[in-house]
């Protein structure tokens, strides 16, 4: 369940966890992403309830609510983490790191099944950020504090405010990061 690969992704993006043993008893994100797994899991053998049962848990415990059906990709960090929300349809690619406070959630005027964002390989959204319908944040790209993204946003480029301008720089683009693969 690449539980070793995110003790290293941690220790890579997280400057204050150094020691393994400390992120093992303390990291309540980290904590968060594997219950996640383990609910996910039940999601796919279509025990749905207990999938929802050990989600609600992981809520209790860590403060931070991933539905089950959501679909995450490897070395995906929480830091900090109290407050966060990943709705149902939400898809994350590879290398992904969120912070406190965050909402990957719907506008409530969505009709169709895809109603939550898609973040591809390397995404970087900061504390407090709400990233709101089925959009994508391409790789690599950063949102800031507190932002409020209601449309796309290239790779490489930073989102800011709300509603969210974006901030091009010279390795901005279009690009295709193939997570509907994940679903
Ligand atoms: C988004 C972020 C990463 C951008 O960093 P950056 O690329 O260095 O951006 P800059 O500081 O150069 O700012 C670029 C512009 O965006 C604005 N800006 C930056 N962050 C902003 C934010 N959160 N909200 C609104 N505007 C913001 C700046 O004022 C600047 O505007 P200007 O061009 O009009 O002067 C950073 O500002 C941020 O939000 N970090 C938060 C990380 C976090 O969650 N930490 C919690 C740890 S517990």
């Not at 939400?90 to 169709?112: F, K």
């Not at 390989?121 to 709101?132: E, F, H, S, T």
């Not at 504090?145 to 509603?163: C, H, K, R």
Request: a positive charge.
């Amino acid at each position: 369940m690449g539980l070793r690969s995110d003790i290293i992704a941690i220790k890579g993006k997280d400057p204050a966890a150094t020691s393994t043993l400390s992120i093992l008893l303390t990291s309540s994100g980290m904590h968060a992403v594997w219950i996640y797994r383990l609910s996910h899991l039940y999601w796919k053998m279509h025990l749905k309830l207990l999938a929802r049962i050990t989600s609600n848990l992981g809520r209790f415990l860590t403060g931070v609510e991933i539905h089950p059906a959501a679909v995450i990709g490897k070395n995906f960090l929480i830091d900090h983490g109290t407050g966060t929300v990943i709705g149902e349809t939400t898809i994350i690619g590879n290398n992904v790191l969120i912070y406190h406070q965050v909402t990957l959630g719907g506008t409530g005027n969505e009709s169709g099944i895809k109603r939550h964002p898609s973040l591809c390989d390397g995404v970087m959204v900061a504390a407090g950020a709400k990233i709101l319908g089925d959009i994508k944040i391409g790789a690599n790209a950063r949102v800031g504090a507190n932002a409020v993204v209601l449309s796309d946003v290239p790779s490489n480029a930073t989102a800011v405010g709300m509603p969210a301008r974006i901030i091009m720089n010279e390795n901005t683009k279009e690009e295709d990061c193939s997570l509907m693969s994940k679903v």
